[in-house]
């Protein structure tokens, strides 16, 4: 059992920079993908950024490519997204998931393949 729970969530400027982050309480992160996820209102939850167990390999939304950075601390336990050039339309909320690595060239972005997500953190970018 993987319990995530994300903070950093705040209300910023566009254009503010913001850096949202993950701690997992378990007794290693380093067998697990970690991904980011986020759920505009009145809209589905989608994929934003994701990295692999090692932090090798890292894989962006298009939109918030070369905006975004996603790393991990795995003695730490903790996943961050640094957040940068903000746009009103990242405005979410922010999952933080969990998932074990098998096909995750194929698979990065599906959702149904994670098995442990956060609570969420509420991201308001004002104009």
């Known amino acids: 059992q993987v319990q995530l729970v994300e903070s950093g969530g705040k209300l910023v400027q566009a254009g503010g920079s913001l850096r949202l982050s993950c701690a997992a309480s378990?007794?290693?992160?380093?067998?697990?993908?970690m991904a980011w996820f986020r759920q505009a209102p009145g809209k589905e939850r989608v994929f934003v950024a994701a990295?692999?167990?090692?932090?090798?390999?890292?894989y962006y939304e298009d939109s918030v490519n070369g905006r975004f950075t996603i790393s991990r601390d795995n003695a730490k336990n903790t996943v961050s997204l640094q957040m940068n050039s903000l746009k009103p339309e990242d405005t979410a909320v922010y999952y933080c998931a969990s998932r074990y690595p098998s096909n995750l060239d194929s698979y990065y972005r599906a959702q149904e393949t994670y098995s442990y997500w956060g609570q969420g953190t509420q991201v308001t970018v004002s104009s």
């Open positions: 378990v007794r290693t992160l380093r067998y697990y993908v």
């Open positions: 990295i692999s167990e090692t932090g090798t390999k890292t």
